[in-house]
């Protein structure tokens, strides 16, 4: 029995021996690498910004599990974090990486740090409304570096500054009318993003509408006046200046309806120029024409008796020539009665005793001349008994005869559209007599008005101007309207003819 004990205490002694002889001490060694603004920290390790204590070595018996280190991350610059690791034996979550050392060798962790804040970013000051441009104030910042703002509109990006957002104009000029979200977005070097707050911005392209008052094409005053409508609700304010055909000049304010005057210190081709804005800079430009013409039109007696001639009874006739680089017209006035239109040439029967006649020649800025004679008509010869009377001297000339009847008028309106009818509508009336009178227009919420002149029978052309309330009519309607023109002309004798023509204006 005794033998036997011995023999397994000394069994166990050889199985004790055998296991040390068979274990193994082992070394390992974990390092770790940092990139970026942060630091790893663990038992034996500090690395990263400014610490080098990058790597830990262990050693112990191979016959027993492998020692373990947990990393944690720390940043060392505010915004950063830890975004990812290389080399972890296990990640729990982002700030713990665990490592088993490796049996030997190196077992090296990568660990990753960067930027992790988005930008601040805020639309600090905009307008309601913009047009082609659209003007913002954005302040925008971040931990690190603001690499760009982009300028949004419905979510869609129209634009990027990389620089200067406080005071940004961007092109906003394919951006349809209406009411639109307008936001900005500012990135860093990482790509994170923020976005402002959205506001609702007006976006209008619409130029204003002018009209001008009915502006003179010549004229021949010192200081010539204009004025212009704007029938729109889009219009917030003009600049106006009277300049040199081809010259530049500052404009300077005016409103419409107002009269718009400059002096015009010499005769030429002069502008009229009026530049109405909206309240996003949305510019409408009207440049008229004018000509200042201060100079008479030159004219003389062709025909006719001389001044202060004595002269028989019977048909007396003048006759003149006049020339003017403008259109030239004529009102001939005989013995101070109301003026007429005439041509060249003005023919009458005065009766006897003293008279004048007078022939005012007109151009188109206002110059006038005025040519003028004197004369005697002879009492008529006493017809002797059993003479003949002759024309017009008893009961069987012309004297007796009373002429009743009324002069045969017509009315004719060539084709024309709305925007031409802005600025005259024009229209053709015929008399086959001399004759005098007006001619009205009405429809569709429209009124023209005229008179005419007719010395002799023929057609007189004319043009008859709107008013501004008719002018703003007009900027209204949408459908060709119906108008209704009536003449009523007078001959000399005071018989009366009249005309009624229905016509309609292309749009």
């Not at 296990?90 to 930027?115: E, K, Q, W």
């Amino acid at each position: 029995m005794k033998k036997i004990l011995i023999t397994a205490a000394a069994l166990v002694a050889f199985l004790f021996v055998t296991q040390q002889a068979q274990a193994a001490q082992v070394t390992g060694e974990v390092k770790v690498v940092v990139y970026g603004n942060g630091k790893l920290f663990s038992n034996g390790i500090e690395c990263g910004y400014g610490s080098t204590d990058c790597s830990e070595s262990m050693t112990w018996d191979d016959s027993g599990p492998a020692p373990s280190l947990s990393i944690y991350p720390h940043p060392t610059k505010a915004g950063w974090g830890i975004t990812s690791w290389s080399g972890c034996s296990s990640l729990p979550h982002m700030n713990d990486c665990r490592v088993s050392f490796p049996a030997s060798g190196t077992r090296i962790v990568h660990a990753y740090f960067f930027d992790v804040a988005s930008p601040v970013v805020r639309i600090a000051g905009y307008s309601d409304w913009a047009g082609d441009q659209m003007n913002l104030n954005v302040e925008a910042s971040d931990n690190e570096t603001v690499t760009k703002v982009e300028y949004l509109v419905d979510d869609e990006v129209i634009a990027t500054r990389t620089g200067d957002y406080f005071n940004s104009e961007i092109d906003t000029s394919e951006v349809p009318e209406g009411t639109h979200m307008v936001k900005v977005r500012a990135w860093d070097g990482n790509q994170n993003s923020a976005d402002s707050i959205a506001y609702g911005i007006n976006f209008d392209h619409t130029k204003p509408e002018v009209l001008l008052d009915s502006p003179a094409e010549f004229t021949n005053e010192d200081s010539p006046g204009f004025s212009f409508d704007a029938p729109g609700e889009d219009y917030w304010w003009a600049d106006c200046a009277i300049r040199k055909a081809g010259e530049t000049k500052e404009l300077t304010g005016c409103g419409y309806g107002e009269p718009y005057s400059e002096a015009v210190p010499e005769e030429g081709h002069w502008e009229f120029v009026v530049e109405a804005s909206d309240r996003v800079g949305n510019k409408t430009t009207v440049v008229h024409d004018f000509l200042v013409d201060r100079t008479a039109p030159e004219a003389s007696f062709s025909a006719g008796p001389p001044d202060g001639s004595l002269l028989e009874p019977g048909e007396v006739k003048f006759a003149w020539s006049a020339s003017d680089r403008l259109e030239l017209t004529g009102l001939c006035r005989w013995d101070g009665a109301e003026a007429s239109p005439c041509d060249a040439t003005s023919t009458a029967r005065p009766a006897a005793g003293q008279h004048k006649f007078e022939v005012t020649i007109t151009d188109q800025a206002g110059n006038t001349t005025t040519l003028s004679r004197s004369f005697t008509v002879k009492e008529p010869a006493v017809p002797q008994p059993g003479q003949d009377p002759g024309p017009g001297d008893g009961p069987g000339g012309n004297a007796g005869n009373v002429d009743r009847k009324s002069p045969g008028v017509r009315i004719a309106a060539p084709r024309q559209s709305l925007k031409s009818l802005r600025r005259a509508l024009k229209l053709r009336v015929a008399c086959d007599e001399g004759c005098s009178g007006s001619v009205v227009v009405r429809g569709s919420g429209l009124k023209f008005s005229g008179r005419i002149h007719l010395m002799n029978a023929g057609v007189a052309k004319l043009k008859l101007r709107p008013t501004a309330k008719v002018r703003r009519s007009l900027a209204s309607l949408n459908a060709r309207p119906s108008l209704i023109a009536k003449a009523r002309l007078k001959d000399e004798s005071g018989n009366t003819g009249r005309a009624t023509l229905k016509f309609r204006v292309a749009l």
